[in-house]
């Protein structure tokens, strides 16, 4: 007799590779983890385009979507294609008002075209775009999890964040977000699980959390 498994697929941010999971350990008996990784995108490819290409690496019926970040952002608009036994969307933004002010003024002015993404081969750079901190005694980490360095994809995901016009919250989505999160700092209002203590990037520091609360939540 085959095993029915729950096929629980992890979509890491922006800029970073999937071994940021490497820590969330779900029962091995109920659960199958699979790892999302981002690709580089077509020129002025829209988020709606790349989100359908992501949708066609899942090999799964009925799965559980889990996003951090701009990855957040994107299994939402995944979401909008396919039908998913539960949606999960971490350290991230419910919709286009929760983008801190920055965000909004750079749509405004389109200064985001502007950011020197050409430096991404420095990792203190793209730590700043991704994690929302400069490196201090954590450049290893960042060396680790920081590998998707390419200009093209910098600037479309620069690009998609500050663009997305998602208007109002996916009402059958599970957001969960922590309260020290510094690069979405507005997003724990509303329906959300809030995580104490939680920085942006949780998923690493606060892996315990997930291992433990993730399998009720998915089968409630």
């Not at 350990?25 to 829209?46: A, N, T, V």
């Not at 989100?51 to 090999?59: F, L, P, Q």
Request: include cysteine; aromatic fraction near 10%.
């Amino acid at each position: 007799m085959n095993q029915e498994y729950i096929h629980v697929y992890l979509m890491p941010g922006m800029a970073a590779n999937p071994s940021i999971f490497e820590y969330i350990k779900l029962p091995e008996d109920q659960f199958k983890i699979h790892w999302l990784e981002w690709f580089i995108p077509e020129p002025k490819e829209s988020l709606e385009s790349y989100a359908k290409r992501m949708i066609s690496k899942i090999e799964h019926d009925n799965i559980v979507l889990l996003g951090v970040s701009f990855g957040g952002i994107l299994v939402q608009e995944m979401s909008k294609h396919m039908s998913l036994r539960k949606l999960f969307v971490v350290s991230s933004v419910k919709s286009k008002h929760e983008l801190p002010k920055r965000m909004k003024l750079m749509k405004v002015t389109k200064a985001y075209k502007l950011l020197p993404t050409q430096l991404v081969s420095s990792i203190d750079v793209l730590a700043t775009y991704t994690f929302g901190e400069t490196i201090t005694k954590r450049i290893e980490l960042y060396k680790k999890y920081l590998s998707v360095n390419d200009k093209r994809y910098l600037d479309w995901a620069i690009e998609n964040v500050i663009e997305w016009n998602q208007d109002s919250p996916n009402l059958d989505a599970i957001y969960i977000h922590g309260d020290k999160d510094a690069v979405f700092p507005h997003s724990c209002q509303g329906n959300c699980i809030i995580i104490k203590g939680g920085s942006h990037i949780m998923i690493i520091n606060k892996y315990k959390w997930f291992n433990e609360n993730l399998p009720k939540l998915i089968l409630n």
